[in-house]
């Protein structure tokens, strides 16, 4: 039986900053697509959380990263892509794939080589699921990098998936 399209593929109750990079370095994970809003920064913050900061330099050291925002705003996503000196898409309009097959047609790489990391399964898994990149849904980030786990927006989410037939974890 094939994935369902609102099954990430590794979901730890994490948050990003707790990920354990060698987890994706063992899938063959060569890139990540990581959201923004609430993965890296917190509700309205701009100010990255410094265990995420720390996280983003270890990452780089070995994967290749962009900033894959639905956020509108240039200035916020541009401004948290410019303090990480990474490349970023806001107003990316995930789960839509245009935008998403830019970003992976200027890669080179295999689709399951693309880990999408996100909050959101409507949105973050659902986008990554359908081009078929290896997709991880992590706990919203707090102030301090620690994981949100009483999320009403992603627990409403994974009941809405759960009925829909994906399994629960
Ligand atoms: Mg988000």
Redesign the pocket.
Known sequence: MGQHWLQPNWEPGLSLPQLPIQHLLDQGIEALML?????LVPGREILLPEPATIWIQQAQQHLRLHLF??NPSRQRIGAVAEKLGLSYTCGAAKPRRGALREVLNQLQLKPKEIAMI???VL??VLAGNRLGLYTVLVR?IRADGSPCHNDRVQQLEKRFAAWLGASQP
């Open positions: 959201d923004v809003d609430r993965t925002s639905n996100g909050d959101r949105t973050d919203p």
